[in-house]
């Protein structure tokens, strides 16, 4: 009971004075998650539209700017309707934003670039 007693007085100052200092820094987990990671790697290719996604984008008046900024960055990739595991090019449905979406993108991931296939208003 004494040691575990000792534990708790080393572990719970030690964890509240990691929590703080990781916090001041702006350290955060959420960079290690599939959904990030494969929004990350993403933005990082160059992008080629396929003629039905700039359709689409004239259609519903979207830019590149909200593309790459809101839809892309903040959207929540349905993993159940994705082929992660296609090659050479796996492929992705993107749904913005998480909740209620209202914009799905489907998109191929490819070594040197993302390819935007196809751009849907849900609502």
């Known amino acids: 009971m004494k040691k575990i007693k ?8 030690g ?3 990691v929590f703080f200092v990781l916090n001041k820094k702006g350290v955060s987990c959420s ?13 990082s290719k160059d992008f080629t539209y396929s003629d039905q996604f700039k359709a689409e984008m004239t259609t519903l008046k979207i830019n ?8 892309i ?7 159940d309707r ?21 914009y799905e993108v489907t998109f191929e991931k490819c070594e040197e670039k993302a390819v935007l296939n196809n751009l849907k208003k849900l609502k």
């Open 6 to 13: 000792f534990f708790l007085i080393g572990l719970v100052p």
């Open 31 to 43: 960079g290690y998650l599939p959904n990030s990671r494969v929004i990350a790697e993403t933005l």
């Open 64 to 71: 590149e700017k909200f593309l790459k900024d809101s839809i």
């Open 82 to 102: 994705s082929h992660a595991q296609k090659k050479p090019c796996p492929d992705y449905v993107i749904t913005y934003p998480e909740k209620n979406p209202v």
């Open 15 to 17: 964890l509240i004075i």
């Open 73 to 79: 960055t903040l959207g929540k990739i349905d993993f």
